[in-house]
């Protein structure tokens, strides 16, 4: 865009910016981390009257000079909320706004204001730099059943944001670039041609990408809406640098037929190994709560490990490692019941920080067929993870994957599908225990939640006698079929 031909009040607006240090010059450290010489924050100048409404009738003009479609307007959150507010007073278009998490009470919605699925939905963004910001007001709309195909930002900063979104189906219209911007203000005297050429310098050689939570938000709405789909468990096996137990257990469900984790809270070993007898060969997993048993020796340990051996059935102890690294290590490591020594699975609560996961790396280390899974959620009623709890897992699970191989969960956190999805939770006959305790169906864990393996209790531990072979049958069959059959609605 040559500056001769910018829009007088656009021009202004320029350098009202400058004026209100909505951009400023110097040296500046980003949310990522790496320094710049310009840093642009609308805020200072879109709190002002003036400045605001002619920024919002420029961005309107915008939207109707390209026809594109919109019955409502979504402003990014947070700075880019009063200009969408601003458009849609001045212009009678009906406004609604993404939060940046979702309330923990009245509606829990993540999307507030009137809508119906089909609506078009124009986004407005004051700066663009990566897109990431755009992308997840995207993922929320499109989540809500919204259309959105356009975005109108102010300035683009030309960090590859723009090449970015297209990548996603969303076309960014900007009123100007930052390049053009630098241009005005070199015209109006407020910098020179030395600071804006080292400034247009930095910009060429520091391009952006999506952040890459956002990425795999992206992904799982995909996976999500069947526009991409789950590979089968053999194909999984085979994914390059896959974890060797994920392997494992990718292979033993396939071999099996069998996606199914009995959970085992027993408080006596024979209880238990007469259990696992009988169990063994329909299930891939064991969950222990290996603190309830009140005979605990390693004898018992010797047999529930050749019981495993035998039926080819992974040892999961649910522990929940949540203190800090030092001390989990120990639990992890030492104490009577040496968990490191023979459970195949363990898992963990990030509600410590990630010292919880060096903690454990040090059990870890010397064996590869040993692994982690992530408590991301709770099928308990009010239990206080919100969805912060899901991204930190998945933002951890990257940095871990030499031991991390999964998830605890209610719905997947990863698109990454070398992962492991576990959801606990499942009984076919009822929804709920007076406990808080919230149940699904295999159906609804595997074919809308994105299961890999579910863990079942007292649906099938509860069972009489005269019932259990078949109700454990019932399970196993019900769950695989929902495997084979993910993909039918």
């Not at 865009?1 to 007088?8: F, K, L």
């Not at 468990?233 to 984790?261: A, I």
């Not at 020594?341 to 010397?366: D, M, T, Y």
Request: hydrophobic share 40%.
């Amino acid at each position: 865009m040559s500056s001769a031909m910018i829009d007088p009040t656009l021009r202004q607006l320029i350098a009202d910016c400058h004026h209100f240090e909505a951009i400023k010059f110097g040296d500046f450290v980003l949310k990522t981390g790496i320094h710049s010489p310009i840093y642009l924050d609308i805020r200072p100048m879109v709190n002002r009257p003036k400045p605001l409404k002619q920024l919002s009738e420029l961005m309107y003009k915008k939207i109707i000079s390209m026809n594109i479609t919109h019955d409502l307007i979504c402003g990014v959150p947070y700075s880019a909320l009063s200009i969408a507010s601003s458009i849609c007073v001045q212009k009678f278009v009906n406004m609604i706004t993404k939060r940046k998490e979702n309330k923990d009470y009245g509606t829990k919605q993540l999307i507030e204001g009137q809508y119906k699925p089909g609506d078009h939905v124009v986004i407005v963004e004051d700066i663009i730099s990566s897109g990431s910001s755009i992308l997840e007001t995207v993922i929320a709309l499109r989540s809500a059943g919204l259309v959105v195909t356009d975005a109108i930002v102010f300035i683009d900063r030309q960090q590859n944001g723009v090449n970015n979104m297209k990548e996603y189906g969303i076309d960014v219209h900007s009123l100007i670039d930052v390049k053009t911007a630098l241009d005005v203000l070199e015209e109006e005297k407020r910098i020179n041609g030395h600071q804006k050429s080292g400034i247009i310098e930095w910009i060429d050689a520091n391009p952006l990408r999506i952040n890459d939570d956002i990425v795999n938000e992206w992904k799982l709405l995909c996976l999500q809406n069947k526009t991409s789909k789950l590979l089968s468990y053999e194909e999984r096996s085979q994914l390059p640098e896959t974890h060797p137990l994920s392997q494992q257990l990718f292979k033993l469900m396939v071999r099996k037929k069998s996606n199914l984790c009995v959970a085992v809270d027993l408080t006596t070993s024979k209880e238990i190994l007469d259990l696992a007898e009988k169990i063994g060969p329909s299930i891939v997993m064991l969950k222990l709560h290996i603190d309830i048993v009140e005979d605990f020796d390693h004898k018992f340990i010797e047999e529930l490990t050749a019981l495993a051996a035998e039926h080819e059935f992974f040892i999961f102890e649910d522990r929940k490692f949540a203190d800090i690294g030092q001390t989990v290590g120990l639990q992890f490591t030492k104490g009577v019941h040496r968990i490191s020594s023979w459970a195949h699975i363990v898992n963990a609560h990030l509600v410590s920080g990630p010292g919880v996961l060096e903690g454990l790396r040090q059990g870890f280390e010397k064996d590869s067929n040993r692994g982690c899974l992530l408590v991301a959620s709770m099928s308990t009623k009010d239990n206080l993870m919100n969805s912060a709890f899901p991204k930190s897992a998945y933002k951890w699970s990257q940095k871990y994957k030499d031991f991390v191989i999964g998830f605890i969960c209610q719905s997947r956190v990863s698109a990454d599908q070398r992962f492991i999805h576990m959801t606990p939770g499942v009984h076919i006959d009822v929804s709920g225990d007076p406990l808080g305790q919230q149940y699904v169906t295999p159906e609804e864990a595997i074919k809308k939640r994105g299961a890999d393996v579910v863990i079942v209790g007292r649906g099938i531990t509860g069972a009489s006698d005269r019932e259990f072979d078949h109700t454990l049958q019932l399970y196993q069959k019900r769950a695989f079929e929902a495997y084979l059959n993910r993909d039918s609605d």
